[in-house]
C-alpha cells in the first residue's frame, strides 16, 4: 500500500489525491456522524428508561456501518491500514502499555469529573437505563458491546479523524483537540461535567495513539474505561449471576 507521503489513488495512475476531495469527505463523514450523535442525544432524553438490550445492539451496528464507511474512505484515497494505527507490531507491548496508562488516565478523569460536578457543572446521579445490563444474556452482550465500541470509537476518532484533520489542516495538536471534542459530543447524556471528563480522556488516547503510532494501547484503555462502567457494574449488581432475565 502507499505510504502518507504518496497520498496516491489505488487506481494506479499516480495522481496525488486532492486535499479538497479529502477535506469534502471529512465534512461529509462528520455530517453524518454528527447527525446521528445528535439523534441518539435527543432520542435518549426524551426515552429516558430505554432499555439496554436494542439501544446496545443499536450502537453495535452504528459503529461497525462507520467503521466500513473509514475503511472504504481509507482504501479510496490508496492509503495503508497503519496510517489510522491499524498494525500488529509489538502488539503485546502495546496491550502492557494500555494496561499501565489506563489506572491513571482513569483516576485523572474521574477526579476532574468529580471537581467539575463539585463546582457545579451537571452530571447524572445514576447509570441511564439503558446502559445497565442485567442477567447473563445482557452480560455477555454489554461485553460484546465495549469491546466494538473500544475498536470501532478508537479507529474512527482517533485513527480516522486525526489523521484527516492532520491533512487538512497540517497541525497535529488542532487535530488531537478537535477529535476529542467530536468524541466528547457523542456522551451528552453523562452531563457537562461527564462530556469535559470524556474530552480529557478523548485527549489522552490521541496522544498515546500518536506516541505508540498503535491504536492498541488506546483500544485497551477505552477497552477497560467502558468496562468498568457498564460490565463491572452489572456484574457487582446483586442478583446479577445470571437468575434474572
Not at 16 to 33: D, M, N
Request: charged share 10%; glycine share 8%; with cysteine.
Amino acid at each position: 500500500m502507499n505510504t502518507l507521503a504518496d497520498d496516491t489513488h489505488p487506481d494506479g495512475t499516480g495522481i496525488p489525491a486532492c486535499r479538497k476531495v479529502q477535506s469534502i469527505e471529512l465534512l461529509v463523514f462528520l455530517f453524518l456522524l454528527l447527525s446521528s450523535v445528535g439523534s441518539s442525544y435527543f432520542f435518549f432524553h426524551v426515552q429516558k428508561h430505554l432499555p439496554f438490550a436494542p439501544v446496545a445492539v443499536s450502537a453495535i451496528l452504528s459503529d461497525l456501518a462507520l467503521v466500513s464507511l473509514v475503511l472504504f474512505f481509507v482504501w479510496r484515497n490508496g492509503e495503508s491500514l497503519p496510517q489510522i494505527g491499524w498494525t500488529r507490531r509489538r502488539w503485546m507491548s502495546e496491550v502492557l502499555w494500555g494496561l499501565i496508562l489506563f489506572l491513571p488516565a482513569a483516576v485523572a478523569a474521574n477526579l476532574l469529573e468529580y471537581s467539575l460536578h463539585s463546582a457545579g457543572f451537571s452530571a447524572p446521579t445514576k447509570l441511564p437505563s439503558f446502559l445497565k445490563a442485567t442477567g447473563a444474556g445482557g452480560i455477555a452482550l454489554a461485553c460484546l458491546l465495549v469491546t466494538v465500541v473500544a475498536i470501532a470509537e478508537e479507529t474512527i476518532f482517533r485513527g480516522y479523524l486525526i489523521l484527516r484533520f492532520q491533512k487538512a489542516g497540517g497541525r497535529t495538536g488542532a487535530a488531537v483537540l478537535l477529535s476529542s471534542l467530536v468524541f466528547s459530543l457523542g456522551h451528552g447524556y453523562e452531563g457537562a461535567a461527564g462530556m469535559v471528563s470524556v474530552f480529557g480522556l478523548g485527549v489522552v488516547f490521541a496522544l498515546v495513539y500518536l506516541w505508540r503510532r498503535s491504536l492498541i494501547a488506546p483500544i485497551v484503555m477505552h477497552f477497560l474505561t467502558d468496562f468498568n462502567s457498564i460490565v463491572l457494574v452489572a456484574l457487582l449488581a446483586p442478583g446479577s449471576s445470571g437468575a434474572r432475565p
